[in-house]
């Protein structure tokens, strides 16, 4: 039976996302009700700027006093769509603290303190839903923490970027340049006027840090994640890849080793072979794809940032949280019972494909293989083009540990016969 007191939302934020949830709450107010079994009202709009607030917004909810609107006795369910880290880590503690539940999107707070907000959720008995902060509408979050909480997840390799996927796509498909696809990217409103969350690969790693700890049931924050973004990758690299069958992609991997006593997590540019189904992700999507013990493989696919669909995935955890609230009920809190430490990225097992520009005369590819060998790196393919005296020498390894991998390219380096290293990129996805 419908309960005629409504549940009243408080919102933190309106720009692109939190318009959005303001549209979606309106127009489906009635389905809304009817799914959680009372009505939703949306009892305030915190923003900084009043006069900016979009059309279709009721200016009568709106207020500058976003401390105030949170820490409200009477509100059941604050939504966190401002992002970043102050003031949304006090007005969601604030929130928790005067016994409301919180959704929000940001993943930037998320990898940097989740566990503390987990702690003072779970002290108040609040949910913390944060379905929004990875890959906007696709379902990530929930799928790890409840659909698989059966299952031992041993990889996560994701696709959790579409500026950078973008940029990537379009290096892949016109042979551009590194920054003529980012002046594409801004020109067509994906990049930032500010890339460099993007590009640098910091927004990439947020989520590479929410994931590895659903996925593996331990505490991992930002600080864990090793990163790298994309703004050394060339033309000449892309066009590597092509040779090799592969296309490049900017990864989010999370892993537990192969001995089940570690996790590592990390953010760079990777080769992958056209077989496999993240090289399929085009354009500015995100894809996830999930190795598990008993499910297999896994992809979840689909627009990963955009106002509509990263609000899809608030109303998602809102209708959860206001059914929790009506029942008297908890959703999931934190899972990290597992406590596995996270490796640095020396130890992460891995491959590599490395091209270099040689002198192209005798010996120098035994000099090369010895470099290798002493580094007990061993050696898959070599490829070799050029001539009159000029070579390129391109080497995929076979997997090594990646301190092992970056050794052999330093000493590579000191070879009076190698000219230059032209391109190091790690292979994955086989
Ligand atoms: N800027 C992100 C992207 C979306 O390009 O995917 C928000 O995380």
Known sequence: MMRTRPLKVALLGCGVVGSEVVRIMTTHADDLAARIGAPVELAGIAVRRPGRVRAGVDPSLVTTDAAGLASRPDIDVVVEVIGGIEPARALITSAFEHGASVVTANKALLAEDGSTLHETAEKHGGDLFFEAAVAAAIPLVRPLRE?????????????????????????????AGYSEALDEATALGYAEADPTADVEGFDAAAKAAILAGIAFHTRVRLDDVHREGLTDVTAADIASAKRMGCTVKLLAICERAADGRSVTARVHPAMIPLSHPLASVREAYNAVFVESDAAGQLMFYGPGAGGAPTASAVLGDLVAACRNKLNGARGPGESAYAQLPVSPMGEVV???????????????????????????????????????????????????????????VEALRRLDTVRGVASIMRVEGE
């Open 147 to 175: 659909s698989l909480a059966g299952d031992k997840v041993n990889r996560v390799l994701g696709i959790v970027n579409g500026t950078t996927n973008f940029i990537l796509d379009r290096m892949d498909s016109s042979g």
């Open 350 to 408: 891995t491959r590599y494909h490395i091209s270099l520009d040689v002198a192209d005369k005798p010996g120098v590819l035994a000099q090369v293989a010895t470099i290798f060998a002493e580094h007990g790196v061993s050696i898959d393919t070599v490829r070799q083009q050029g001539k009159d005296g000029d070579a390129w020498l391109v080497v995929v390894t076979h997997r090594a540990p990646d301190a092992a991998l970056s050794a052999t």
